[in-house]
């Protein structure tokens, strides 16, 4: 009579329903604007790649650049001015980059001092269904006279506006532009490392790359400018100055299938089997 081996069988049973498969990272969604060609201005990017980069819910735009504040040197930054653009930086290669800043309607580009924090920058949305563990990365630079601070947000919800939650130490900016070169620096959140699940299989996850105030500066009160001190920082002038993008990508691992009901009924049958012939033997 031929004797199963139980635990080669229950191996074979758990490979067939892919329970012993590893974990794969996908991209869910990219913005790689060195691959869009010059196209200005472009407040709304395409994603460029990723398993979710024709969804619906992958969406990039910028924030509080349309506003009607009036600076003290007398400009109201009202209109929005994001574009893609040719930078020479070295480090880039290049490539095109996204850039957010304001256009005044008198002169300069420069983002308001009027602006409540976490009110200007930009965001990216996507769904992150059938994935787990999602980690977020972008390169990005500031112009010497952009803002240095920025402070990282998720939504599980994106149509909560009240849902934006901080995560992530608060970032310095490092100065790059088309003029002085420099290097174009990589920030990275891992949702998962952080213990933070709730962004797993999320059909409607954002994320926001927005100014912060400056913590030395007035009290945590004013933005700082990007070329100033981190000790003694300088206000910002809203006059110029601006954030460049080279690449966001959002990724995750593929979720575990769920063991299907007639494999569990198999393994416990083969389990049985495997009880039966060892009390036989004895």
């Given at each position: ?82 574009d893609i653009l ?13 850039r957010i800043r ?93 213990g933070i699940t ?85």
């Amino acid at each position: 009579m031929t004797r199963i081996n139980v635990p080669a069988a229950i191996s074979l049973v758990l490979v067939a329903c892919g329970a012993g498969a590893a974990a794969q990272a996908d991209t869910i969604a990219e913005w790689n604007f060195g691959t869009l060609g010059i196209t200005a201005p472009d407040n709304t990017p395409a994603a460029t790649n990723g398993v979710a980069a024709s969804s619906a819910a992958t969406t990039a735009g910028s924030l509080g650049m349309t506003n009607t504040y009036t600076e003290s040197n007398g400009n109201d930054v009202s209109t929005t001015y994001d574009d893609i653009l040719v930078d020479t930086d070295s480090t880039i290669g290049n490539q095109d980059v996204w850039r957010i800043r304001g256009a005044g309607a008198t002169s300069g580009n420069g983002w308001s001092t009027n602006a409540p924090e976490y009110s200007q920058g930009a965001q990216f949305t996507t769904t992150t269904s059938g994935y787990n563990d999602i980690v977020l990365s972008f390169n990005w630079a500031s112009t010497a006279q952009g803002v240095q601070n920025m402070q990282v947000q998720y939504n599980t919800n994106v149509n909560n506006a009240g849902g934006w939650t901080n995560v992530g130490a608060l970032l310095v900016a490092t100065i790059a532009n088309s003029s002085t070169g420099g290097t174009f620096q990589t920030d990275t959140i891992d949702f998962g490392a952080l213990g933070i699940t709730s962004v797993n299989n999320d059909a409607n996850f954002g994320v926001r790359l927005v100014s912060a105030y400056n913590p030395n500066l007035a009290g945590g009160t004013e933005y700082a400018a990007a070329n100033s001190s981190l000790t003694v920082p300088a206000e910002y002038n809203n006059n110029s100055g601006n954030w460049r993008f080279a690449d966001v990508s959002i990724t995750g691992t593929v979720a575990p299938v769920p063991l299907p009901a007639a494999a569990w009924l198999l393994l416990s049958g083969l389990g049985g089997l495997g009880l039966f012939g060892r009390r036989r033997s004895a």
